[in-house]
């Protein structure tokens, strides 16, 4: 072995300490940041209070897989809703107008009470000075098998949004 110096040997000590005191301070600095980290992430704030994060996360999916079902199931419902919708008589018109020369106030009428499809009935009521009459005809597809008047053509039309001919 070789004879070391003895100021040598004192310098090479001091480095190796202060060596050692950083990588002891950085693995302090470390550990607390650490301890941090591990405190934040295994307490998170549940509904019952204070949980870990396997159990937020195991909840979160529970969670979800409920909002699922619960969205499927309501899909399900407004699916046979619009299929009850599509039967009901929802498209409405009127047309009023004056059935005979000699009167005035568009006192006659006609109403188209239809479904999705088209298929419901127009009610007609023609009133004069003296006598009312009504009449009531069916209608498959916005279409009727009687003849129709050109206020009940007009109502029907309405009815299903289609454009009128002045």
Same mark, same amino acid.
């Not at 072995?1 to 005191?21: K, N, W």
């Given at each position: 072995?070789?004879?070391?110096? +003895?100021?040598?040997?004192? !310098? ?12 002891? @301070? &950085?693995?302090?600095?470390? *550990? ?5 980290l591990r405190?934040?992430?295994? %307490?998170?704030?549940?509904? *019952?209070?204070? !949980?870990?994060v396997l159990?937020?996360? $195991?909840?979160? %999916? ?5 909002? +699922? $079902? ?5 899909? &399900?419902?407004?699916? @046979? ?25 568009r006192m ?8 999705? &499809? ?6 007609? &009521? @023609? *009133?004069?000075? $003296? ?9 498959? !597809? ?5 003849? =129709? ?6 109502? @029907?039309?309405?009815? =299903? ?6």
């Amino acid at each position: 072995m070789l004879p070391l110096h +003895r100021p040598l040997l004192d !310098e090479i000590t001091l480095g190796a300490s202060g060596v050692a005191v950083l990588g002891l @301070i &950085s693995g302090v600095m470390a *550990n607390l940041r650490i301890r941090r980290l591990r405190r934040g992430l295994s %307490v998170l704030e549940g509904p *019952n209070g204070p !949980e870990g994060v396997l159990e937020a996360m $195991t909840r979160g %999916v529970a969670e979800t897989q409920a909002l +699922r $079902t619960e969205l499927a199931r309501a899909k &399900s419902d407004l699916d @046979i809703a619009r299929g009850q919708l599509a039967d009901a008589l929802r498209h409405v018109a009127v047309v009023r107008y004056d059935a005979f020369g000699d009167m005035g106030g568009r006192m006659s009428f006609t109403a188209a009470l239809l479904d999705d &499809s088209g298929d419901g009935l127009v009610i007609t &009521s @023609i *009133n004069g000075r $003296t006598e009312a009459r009504a009449y009531a005809k069916g209608v498959r !597809e916005g279409h009727s098998d009687q003849v =129709l008047s050109p206020e009940e053509t007009q109502a @029907i039309a309405l009815a =299903l949004g289609r454009k009128v001919k002045a």
